[in-house]
RNA sequence: GGCCCGUUCGUCUAUCGGUUAGGACGUCAGGUUUUCAACCUGAAAAGAGGGGUUCAACUCCCCUACGGGCUGCCA
């Protein structure tokens, strides 16, 4: 029997959910939820210089859009400082770690020196071995004994096993002069306290777990499973930055992708199950995997993307997707919809859906449930609207007032309109459609017609004629 | 400089010694059609280079090239 999957995300606080973070953050979370286990947060706030609480709210605020749940309190390592330096001491009371007295100018000259004789810079420091009755009453970090012999094997499960010569491995400060813990001892102790069994983290921290290893090794603890897993790259294959735009996963909440749609098109980046591209939350955990992780960075991809994320809003459920809707106008800072708007909206949904790839395409094509009367076409609806186009529009009224307003019969109605005019239906579609959306792209005419109601399209069909007539 | 990781169509990937190297996005050409989208059919499109090992290599080994990471009293 497995001991209980325990997962977690360690953003450091210094900005927004950056895209590359918040797929580690869901490869953390479905390898979790797909084992009924555990996925913590822990914010890495060491560093009080780059620290900020608005940048904490940012991340947190951007998982809970992306969906991505965690277990128990937000954990900060900040506040568990004393609880490093205890262990820190712990070793050092163990004899499996050291005072060092060096100094940083020292050891900034013996760099120096070494990278100019091209000399490995790997720092000796000579306070290994001194007996502690020679030790000066001075500031001094702590070290820890490095193995000198032999190799440490990372066993990665997707970069496979690793092997870094002890030799290459220096006598580490755990303890900083002024007493506070650096990153690498703080990660260990906050990863064995909360029990973590599988850091799954970018792969610029392979060679660190080497490193990380020496201090579950001198305190006696279980190495937690590691997978580290390739940062994503831009579409140009360089690593991310801010020229590629979109780093942070809420301007991809504002450029109106669904959460669901992010999730699998980020699951799928650089991971695959079989051939299947499309899937649902209770699929990718259940079919995720270490060893399927590649290892080759992934590049972003819009298109492709645009292609998920309409495929997941083609299939959300009507209402669900009205939520997700309103919860994206709201977020855009839209007066909130009447009922009569959110009635059609819902109405017109099954129309809408597989028409979008994002929240704004559908809302464009959903302006026609959205607005009023007069509907104030746009220039190339308006085009549509010359004088034969309205005239034939108010010889259709009467014929559409005596339908069942049922789509078959209408479509009826309409096509026997057209067809004793001796005109193609076509002809009579696009006007149509001007009419009644004031614009040029949007949903079949019939069922916009039901989605509006009788008088509402007569209405609307009427305004349109009048208006040219009128104005003419 | 030292150490470590990576490299299959434009992109995401499958292949876990023997396949016409498969799928998806995108692209192109058709079809459907009521605009937009969706959908259907088809096409073009790949193993970085060089050595080995083997009856057989995308797959295993080595070298090179290119890309990336680590090498802090940063995280």
């Given at each position: 029997m497995h001991s209980p999957v325990v997962t977690r995300f360690a953003p450091s606080p210094t900005g927004y959910l950056h895209i590359g973070g918040a797929r580690t953050a869901l490869f953390n979370w479905l390898y979790a939820r797909g084992r009924g286990g555990k996925f913590l947060l822990r914010i890495e706030d060491t560093d009080r210089a780059r620290s900020t609480p608005e940048a904490t709210a940012a991340i947190l605020k951007g998982l809970t859009w992306l969906g991505l749940d965690w277990d128990g309190d937000v954990i900060s390592q900040f506040e568990r400082a004393p609880r490093h330096a205890d262990v820190a001491h712990d070793l050092l009371a163990k004899g499996k770690a050291y005072k060092c007295f060096a100094t940083q100018e020292e050891i900034q000259t013996f760099r120096g020196t070494a990278e100019a004789e091209k000399r490995s810079t790997l720092y000796r420091s000579p306070w290994r071995d001194a007996d502690p009755a020679t030790h000066p009453d001075a500031p001094h970090v702590i070290r820890i004994k490095a193995p000198l012999g032999g190799e440490t094997v990372i066993r990665d499960r997707v970069q496979g096993d690793v092997v870094i010569r002890n030799d290459q491995l220096d006598d580490m400060v755990m303890l900083r002069s002024d007493g506070t813990p650096v990153y690498m001892l703080a990660v260990v102790v906050d990863d064995h306290d909360m029990g973590v069994t599988h850091v799954i983290r970018g792969d610029d921290h392979l060679n660190n777990a080497a490193r990380q290893m020496m201090i579950y090794q001198a305190m006696d603890w279980d190495v937690p499973v590691w997978a580290h897993i390739p940062l994503i790259h831009g579409p140009d294959g360089k690593k991310l930055s801010k020229r590629h735009g979109a780093l942070g996963v809420e301007e991809y909440q504002a450029m109106g992708y669904p959460a669901a749609g992010m999730r699998n098109y980020l699951t799928r980046l650089g991971w695959s199950h079989g051939d299947d591209e499309i899937f649902t939350d209770a699929e990718a955990q259940a079919w995720?995997?270490?060893?399927?992780?590649?290892?080759a960075p992934a590049r972003l991809d819009f298109k492709k993307l645009d292609h998920v994320s309409g495929q997941h809003i083609a299939r959300m459920a009507d209402a669900a997707l009205l939520h997700e809707t309103v919860a994206y106008l709201d977020s855009t800072g839209a007066p909130a919809l009447t009922v009569l708007q959110t009635d059609r909206l819902l109405a017109a949904m099954p129309n809408l859906k597989d028409r979008a790839r994002t929240f704004p395409e559908l809302l464009e094509k959903a302006h026609f449930a959205l607005i009023g009367r007069p509907v104030g076409p746009d220039d190339k609806a308006r085009e549509l609207l010359d004088d034969v186009s309205c005239r034939i529009l108010l010889e259709l009224t009467p014929q559409l007032q005596n339908a069942t307003w049922s789509r078959q019969d209408i479509e009826a109605a309409t096509a026997q309109f057209a067809e004793d005019r001796g005109m193609k239906f076509a002809r009579l579609a696009g006007p149509l459609r001007a009419a009644l959306a004031g614009r040029t792209a949007t949903p079949s005419v019939f069922d916009m017609m039901l989605v509006l109601g009788r008088d509402e399209t007569l209405a609307r069909l009427g305004d349109a004629a009048e208006n040219r007539t009128g104005g003419a």
């Open positions: 995720f995997d270490l060893d399927a992780i590649g290892r």
